[in-house]
């Protein structure tokens, strides 16, 4: 309790004697950077296995010859856009990116480059943390709309280099009672994640206490904290949004 | 000048300073001892503003700063160099823009003029050739030497050295403690030394402050410091052997 009430006055302190804006542009660039490299390669691959193991899987479960295999794609299309590309991705996200930023604060703390930041008159939450939940902000929805497109694209090459579906009809199934909210929908997701996965990160990450194994626990705990927040978010955005 | 008043600190249940007050003045090294745990670098960070204390009050040349307002500190603030136990070099940063980066923050230096600065202060140190290095490249003197060169480049008034060689071989650690003796002197700074190196109190140590559990139990210069009377500083000073075989002799 008394965590969650010290997590607020830290997000308060984000906005507080703030950097120049030229010095935030700087930093916010580096860390789109950081996040990018960081996580593109495993967003590719991961989405692209996903796609694929959907099709194979659903046409395996669909085997009645009157089901039009058309809605093998528009299975693959929902399943993307509502859980598989903003919630597992966040959750890999949370691994990969959110422990990596709470690592990353962690060290600064223990070797005290934090202190020496404020000792300059620095706000170090805001240097150091506010870019990161920016450039997070910024970096998870295109992160998730290339996992949406690999997951797409991985279940087209898998059907159709193994027969299950032909192209037009895999396209069809795309575009078949498309509603575009889901889209919308999946890119508020997005956004909300990323403020979770990297604010919390950076939370545990900020307030390390100890030495070098402690900073290992804190990016644990950012990564165990951050998925149970993605998961208690996922199931309240669907109530709020699609009841 | 900086004065310090009825410093108390505690975490939770724990108190680690208890009502410390003193002076430390300005263009002599101001050495801070006690043995490891005291809470020596509480009371730097006390000092410093990273640690707020509970009661007590600190004057930059009587200007309040535990309870001055965001001007003062921050006027303050711009005037402090500050060297950390472990260096705390920024490790994204090169070693000149580790050295570089409180100009960058704090003045609006253009570049070039910078660079020279960068440069000066960095060959000051004895490390005129590491511009381009990582800090993760550099052995611990040379770590602690890019952090005095961080901390005097703005040309502070007033400079704080936690342990400035802990980790350091004898004949380094003479010359980080003559480096910052130089220091104080040339650009007359107050300077505070935390440390427990009886090296150091011997060589830099005209004015100490003796911390024992949290409480300060006596000042005074180094030539006074083997005959104080104050049972906990002689066997803090007698532990070690050269002082101790010192005393056997006279
Ligand atoms: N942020 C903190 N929270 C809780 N306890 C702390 C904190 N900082 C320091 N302490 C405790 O205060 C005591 C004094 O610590 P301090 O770092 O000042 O010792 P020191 O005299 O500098 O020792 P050393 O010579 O080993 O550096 C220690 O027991 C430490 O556990
Ligand atoms: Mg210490």
Redesign the pocket.
């Known amino acids: 309790m008394k965590e969650i009430g010290s997590y607020f006055i830290f997000l308060g302190n984000l906005f507080i004697n703030r950097e120049s804006f030229r010095t935030q542009y700087r930093l916010i660039v580096d860390e789109c950077v950081l996040i990018g490299l960081d996580s593109i390669f495993l967003f590719v691959l991961v989405s692209t296995f996903i796609g694929a193991v959907t099709t194979v899987q659903t046409a395996y479960n669909l085997i009645a010859p009157y089901i039009p295999n058309y809605v093998i794609s528009q299975v693959v299309r929902e399943m993307t856009l509502l859980e598989l590309a903003p919630t597992i991705m966040a959750i890999i996200y949370a691994g990969k990116v959110g422990s990596s930023m709470a690592g990353n604060l962690g060290t600064m703390r223990i070797t005290e480059q934090i202190d020496a930041l404020e000792v300059m008159g620095i706000n170090a939450v805001n240097y150091l943390v506010l870019p990161k939940i920016v450039a997070s902000l910024f970096m998870y929805p295109l992160l998730v709309i290339v996992a949406g497109s690999c997951s797409l694209l991985g279940g087209y090459i898998v059907g159709v280099l193994t027969g299950i579906i032909a192209p037009t009809e895999y396209i069809y199934g795309l575009r078949y009672l498309f509603n575009d909210f889901t889209v919308t929908f999946a890119l508020i997701k997005a956004f909300a994640f990323a403020f979770l996965v990297s604010s919390i990160s950076s939370f545990k990450g900020f307030y390390t206490?100890g030495g070098a194994l402690e900073v290992g626990i804190s990016s644990t705990k950012a990564v165990t904290t951050s998925v149970i927040a993605i998961l208690i978010a996922d199931y309240l955005l669907a109530q709020l949004l699609l009841a | 000048m900086i004065e310090i008043q009825r410093i108390s600190k505690s975490?939770?249940d724990?108190q680690?300073l208890k009502d410390i007050s003193g002076v430390f003045e300005k263009g002599k090294p101001n050495l801070i001892i006690?043995?490891?745990?005291?809470?020596?670098?509480?009371?730097l960070k006390c000092i410093v503003g990273l640690?707020k204390p509970d009661t007590g009050t600190v004057f930059y040349d009587d200007r309040n700063f535990t309870d001055g307002d965001r001007k003062v500190k921050k006027e303050v603030r711009r005037e402090i160099g500050m060297l950390f136990?472990g260096g705390a070099l920024f490790d994204s940063k090169t070693v000149e823009q580790n050295v570089c980066f409180p100009l960058d923050i704090l003045t609006s230096m253009p570049k070039e003029e910078k660079a020279e600065r960068v440069n000066q202060v960095l060959t000051r140190v004895g490390l005129a050739n590491a511009n381009k290095k990582m800090p993760s490249e550099l052995s611990g003197g040379m770590r602690k030497r890019v952090g005095i060169a961080r901390a005097i480049v703005n040309n502070p008034k007033y400079l704080f050295c936690d342990?400035p060689n802990s980790g350091l071989d004898p004949q380094t650690s003479i010359l980080i403690d003559e480096l910052i003796k130089e220091l104080t002197v040339d650009y007359d700074t107050t300077t505070i030394v935390?440390t427990?190196d009886m090296n150091s109190v011997m060589g830099i140590g005209d004015n100490i402050m003796f911390i024992f559990q949290g409480k300060k139990l006596w000042e005074g210069a180094n030539k006074d410091i083997t005959h104080s009377g104050v049972k906990e500083l002689d066997d803090f000073v007698f532990a070690n052997k050269v002082m101790n075989a010192m005393r056997q002799n006279t």
């Open positions: 206490k | 975490f939770g724990r680690i006690g043995a490891s745990g005291t809470g020596k670098s509480v009371l640690v136990q342990e935390v427990h």
